[in-house]
Structure formats: structure tokens, C-alpha cells
């Protein structure tokens, strides 16, 4: 990530040996990958299906705020944290 553009101006998507879907028999959002899959819990997969590459994260948190009202710090804060650490784990490229 580059650390000159705040994070609220990058644009996060997937990374490329990442598969993002809805699991129904795990009743949730998972990330499939070549060794294995992650269980994502409901925050998690909300933030993941918004990172397409086109929206920004300020524009992510706005979208999450909308369909979630009454918990903008909140939202704004862990959709912060889990785009940091989606990133750092290199599920998410930004």
C-alpha cells in the first residue's frame, strides 16, 4: 500500500488467487485460495464484497454506513482495521 495516499483514497481489491462467494454450507462469506479456505464472520464479508478495485474505502465505509445507519464510527473503524489487515495478509491489494 502506499503510504503517501491515505487510506481512505485507495481502492482495495481482491488479490488475483483469491475466489470471494457465499458458502452455504459454511452459512457465510469465504475466501477460497490454493491451500485452503478462510471463513469469513458477517463484518468481514460486508467490507470484502465492496472491495472491487473501483471504490474507495471512503466510499466503502459511506456504502456500509448507508446499509447499516446508527454505527458510522464503528463501521468507519473496523472497516479501516480490516482493510489494513486484509492487506497485510495479501488478501486485498490496494
Given amino acids: ?24 454450507s459454511q452459512d457465510a462469506y469465504i ?5 485452503g479456505l478462510i471463513k469469513l464472520n458477517p463484518s468481514a464479508g460486508e ?25 458510522d464510527a464503528e463501521i468507519a473503524e473496523g472497516a479501516h482495521a480490516f482493510v489494513k489487515v486484509a492487506t497485510t495478509k495479501g488478501w486485498l491489494r490496494a
Fill in 31 to 35: 475466501l477460497l485460495y490454493p491451500e
Fill in 47 to 71: 467490507i470484502l464484497k465492496r472491495c472491487n478495485g473501483e471504490r474507495s474505502v471512503a466510499e466503502i465505509v459511506a456504502d456500509l454506513q448507508a446499509a447499516f445507519p446508527g454505527t
Fill in 1 to 24: 500500500m502506499n503510504t503517501t495516499v491515505s487510506l481512505d483514497e485507495v481502492c482495495p481489491r481482491l488479490a488475483p488467487h483469491f475466489v470471494f462467494r457465499w458458502e452455504a
